[in-house]
């Protein structure tokens, strides 16, 4: 059965930084490439994120460009976001994603095989 478990988010300052960790129990991990998307109350889920399966491609959604940073551990089967500079805006509960697609750069969370449970992030003001 596959998971990915999300941690790492909380409560935060504006200005402030959390860094997010997804732990997959997924055999074809390296073949894999990962996501995060994000889902604030009352708004659809968003791309945030999309790493390749190196960890050498990755894309970001425009408001996230240059104060997150996506990553991947393949030896430890492991996802991060790097979030700097947060706004309340942030505010949302976030999810890490699977897909297996040739194409690396999928935005649309319906072509994502596997998901989290998700982890909240708060940013006050």
């Known amino acids: 059965q596959v998971q990915l478990v999300e941690s790492g988010g909380g409560l935060v300052q504006a200005g402030g930084s959390l860094r997010l960790s997804c732990a997959a129990s997924l055999r074809t991990f390296s073949r894999h490439a990962m996501g995060w998307f994000r889902q604030a109350p009352g708004k659809e889920r968003e791309f945030v994120a999309v790493?390749?399966?190196?960890?050498?491609?990755?894309y970001y959604a425009d408001s996230v460009k240059g104060r997150f940073t996506i990553s991947r551990d393949n030896a430890k089967n492991a996802v991060y976001l790097q979030m700097n500079s947060l706004e309340p805006e942030d505010t949302a509960v976030y999810y890490c994603?699977?897909?297996?697609?040739?194409?690396?750069?999928?935005?649309?969370?319906?072509?994502?095989?596997?998901w989290g449970q998700g982890t909240q992030v708060t940013v006050s003001s």
């Open positions: 790493i390749g399966w190196s960890g050498v491609n990755t």
């Open positions: 994603a699977a897909h297996s697609l040739p194409t690396i750069y999928r935005t649309d969370a319906a072509v994502y095989d596997y």
